[in-house]
């Protein structure tokens, strides 16, 4: 990317993350969450299939959230005029960075809909396009709801800031081991942990709290994620 | 394929996913991921090209045995084939 362009773009998300801090009244949430139910089952399914259909830990997360947030509206939608209006379909942005430095944060349309198989194409082909800057102006205003998740390399958890219009960001930080007590049982598991950050404005914490609860439980039921749905 | 010919393969496919990476100045001994900015969906990229154009199916299992330049011609070396 040209010097110009990348400046451009800083000057872009800078603009977005003062209007967002200025306007947005944002409350935080975590939850540690168990990921060897979905791990376990990623790595079953991969180990079954070829490459070109090997699908991402990520690609869980995304439909897992936009499953959430059909069910929990507050969390989805834009703050427009001093109201909310929320949509109908869950558009799930997915914060891309590039390698230069910068990000994007496109659309992946109907997330709630469709089969794993679909949104993995789609996040591919997405990453691709950002990458060699092909995204269209749309897919940058068409998400409903972000999704942020800084990979293996990354931090335990991110709270990351929303990216307005929208009213909610989900992040997910490293999948890392850690010990965790159920049951009264003391075991490792392989964990991630899950946070919102929302427009108290629109979603109060005992909703977000309920909101989280529900990604969590999708999390741990991958087998729920597996397929689309007609409309 | 000789050694020699797996190692430009695989610089070239390193290349599309990262071309503005200095490849020339990469360390085939330490992890390619310190050096070069790749996440999970260009290494699953990568994969699916060694698969596409080499014919070898690498196994999730084994993904962190390519960690540096010089294992992963080691590995597919050893070819593990279709």
């Known amino acids: 990317m040209t010097d110009e362009k990348a400046l451009f773009m800083r000057r872009a998300i800078a603009a977005a993350m003062e209007k967002s801090h200025r306007e947005i009244p944002a409350y935080a949430l975590e939850k540690e969450v168990r990921m060897d139910f979905a791990l376990d089952w990623l790595a079953a399914h991969n180990a079954e299939t070829p490459p070109p259909e090997r699908i991402l830990p990520v690609c869980l997360y995304i439909k897992a959230v936009a499953l959430a947030a059909k069910a929990f509206c507050e969390f989805n939608g834009h703050y427009i005029d001093g109201g909310f209006r929320p949509a109908e379909a869950v558009h799930t942005g997915i914060v891309i960075a590039l390698r230069s430095g910068g990000l994007l944060a496109p659309a992946i349309h109907d997330a709630h809909r469709r089969p794993l198989a679909e949104l993995m194409k789609s996040l591919t082909d997405l990453v691709t396009r950002v990458r060699s800057g092909h995204v269209k102006a749309s897919e940058l205003t068409d998400p409903t709801i972000t999704i942020t998740s800084l990979g293996d390399e990354g931090p335990d958890r991110v709270f990351g800031v929303i990216y307005p219009p929208q009213v909610a960001l989900v992040g997910f930080g490293r999948v890392r081991n850690a010990v965790v007590v159920e049951k009264n049982e003391v075991l490792p598991h392989r964990v991630a942990s899950l946070t919102l950050t929302a427009d108290h404005r629109v979603s109060d914490g005992l909703r977000g709290s309920n909101f989280l609860n529900d990604i969590e439980r999708r999390l741990r039921n991958p087998e729920s994620l597996l397929p689309g749905e007609t409309p | ?82």
């Open chain 2, 1 to 82: 394929m000789t050694h020699e010919e797996i190692r430009a393969k695989i610089i070239t496919y390193l290349r599309d996913i990262a071309p503005e990476a200095d490849w020339k100045a990469v360390d085939p001994t330490k992890r390619l991921r310190d050096q070069v900015e790749i996440d999970s969906v260009d290494f699953l990229g990568f994969i699916t090209r060694i698969y596409n154009d080499l014919g070898i199916n690498v196994p999730e299992s084994d993904y962190g045995e390519l960690d540096t330049l010089d294992h992963i011609v080691a590995y597919l070396e050893g070819g593990r084939h279709v």
